[in-house]
C-alpha cells in the first residue's frame, strides 16, 4: 500500500506490525537505558524513561527516509523543546506514535483506529533512529567487519543493507 494519501488507513495487518515495531522499540530502549546504568523512574521501564534518551541521543534532532516509500517521518518532533513526557502528552496525547500504540494495545476496541500506517512508519523510523543513535551504521550490519553506508548530498546516511536513511536535521 502506498502510504501516500493512505496515512489514516488501518488495518489489522498494519496493527500487527505496528505493534510488533513497538515492543522492538520498547526492548532497545530498555537495554539501551539498562546498559547506561539509569534506572526506571517507577515499576518497570516505561515512556518518561524512554523520554530521558532525548537528553544524551537527541532523537528528536533526527529524521528518517524511506527512498522506496518515498517518505520523510520526523518520529520524535514532539520531544524537541520538551521539560519531560508529560509535557508531551499534554501537547501532543495519541499524536504521537509511541501514546497511540499504548492506547491500542491497551483498549483496542475502542482505539483500533490508531493502528494506522502514519503511526507504523513513525514507528518503523522511530525504531530505526534509536538504533542509529546508538550504534551508528553497525545497527544495520552489526556482523560485518567493515560496515558500508554513504552519506548523500543531502547529509542523508545510508547502509547498503536497509532501505531507510537517517539524517540529522
Avoid at 43 to 50: E, L, P, R, V
Avoid at 60 to 79: K, R, T
Wanted: overall charge neutral; proline content about 2%.
Amino acid at each position: 500500500m502506498d502510504p501516500k494519501g493512505n496515512s489514516d488507513t488501518f488495518s489489522h495487518r498494519i496493527y500487527e506490525v505496528f505493534l510488533r515495531t513497538c515492543t522492538e522499540f520498547e526492548n532497545v530502549a530498555k537495554q539501551i537505558l539498562k546498559y547506561n546504568k539509569i534506572s526506571a523512574i517507577g515499576d518497570g521501564y516505561k515512556m518518561q524513561d524512554y523520554f530521558k534518551l532525548e537528553k544524551d541521543l537527541k532523537l528528536s534532532d533526527y529524521m528518517a527516509l524511506n527512498n522506496a516509500l518515498g517518505v520523510e517521518i520526523y518520529p520524535f518532533f514532539c520531544l524537541g523543546g520538551a521539560k519531560n513526557y508529560g509535557e508531551v502528552m499534554k501537547n501532543f496525547g495519541s499524536g504521537f506514535w509511541y501514546q497511540a500504540y499504548n492506547e491500542v494495545k491497551h483498549n483496542r476496541s475502542e482505539n483500533f483506529k490508531f493502528a494506522k500506517m502514519d503511526n507504523l512508519l513513525s514507528a518503523v523510523g522511530g525504531l530505526a533512529i534509536l538504533l542509529f543513535t546508538q550504534y551508528e551504521s553497525n545497527a544495520f550490519s552489526p556482523y560485518k567487519e567493515a560496515s558500508f553506508y554513504q552519506i548523500d548530498k543531502d547529509g542523508i546516511t545510508f547502509s547498503d543493507y536497509t532501505i531507510w536513511g537517517i539524517k540529522k536535521i
